[in-house]
T-cell receptor, first 120, second 115 residues
């Protein structure tokens, strides 16, 4: 149980285009999803926290207009990198947590396999 | 703020050797502690967790004990295998922000096991 998928697993795009990454919880309802960015040989950097049906909360230094997050259902969150540039090339990872906002069943997050974005 | 410090890698061991990866933390509340593992080309997987002081998390032969007095959560395994080669991340979730817990990760330790 607790499987999280991401699509696509790998994407290459031209500078200036927008890219959408999907994150799905396959066998549970995820009231909260998180988006991370991982730089080569570095740790994960939390970009934003997304609660179903409400606006995402972005971490300091993350441009909300550049990284659009939508969490329209309990099983799907999307990250759109708008007007991508080479410096946006990275490994993007989502995670999902079960439970309700006021009563999370656990503080364990389940991670997707990640999406490798390369901007030419 | 919260932070996690884990030993720098990379770590290279021979098969069947004993493994220790050190992890210490600072947190304002009462954190839960985690070890995540990332195998080559894959996403992070939860390896083990502990939610309160003196708890021991264990899985796949790995163990870690939540030590509040030393603010540590060191990962150990008695006999490593080639298949354990991966990057290991120590993390904490500070439950002081109930309902809005976020994971804070260490920088990761790359482990390579030689046959």
């Amino acid at each position: 149980g607790a499987v999280v998928s991401q699509h696509p697993s790998r994407v290459i795009c031209k500078s200036g285009t927008s890219v959408k990454i999907e994150c799905r919880s396959l066998d549970f309802q995820a009231t909260t999803m998180f988006w991370y960015r991982q730089f080569p040989k570095k740790s994960l950097m939390l970009m934003a926290t997304s609660n179903e049906g409400s606006k995402a909360t972005y971490e300091q230094g993350v441009e909300k207009d550049k990284f659009l997050i939508n969490h329209a259902s309990l099983t799907l969150s999307t990250l759109t990198v708008t007007s991508a540039h080479p410096e946006d090339s990275s490994f993007y990872i989502c995670s999902a947590r079960t439970g309700t906002i006021t009563h999370p069943s656990t503080d364990t997050q389940y991670f997707g396999p990640g999406t490798r974005l390369t901007v030419l | 703020g919260d932070s996690v410090t884990q030993m720098e890698g990379p770590v290279t061991l021979s098969e069947e050797a004993f493994l220790t990866i050190n992890c210490t933390y600072t947190a304002t509340g009462y954190p839960s502690l985690f070890w995540y593992v990332q195998y080559p080309g894959e996403g992070l997987q939860l390896l083990l967790k502990a939610t309160k002081a003196d708890d021991k998390g264990s899985n796949k032969g790995f163990e870690a004990t939540y030590r509040k007095e030393t603010t540590s959560f060191h990962l150990e395994k008695g006999s490593v295998q080639v298949s354990d080669s991966a990057v290991y991340f120590c993390a904490l979730s500070d439950r002081a922000n109930f309902g809005n817990e976020k994971l804070t990760f260490g920088t990761g330790t790359r482990l390579t096991i030689i046959p």
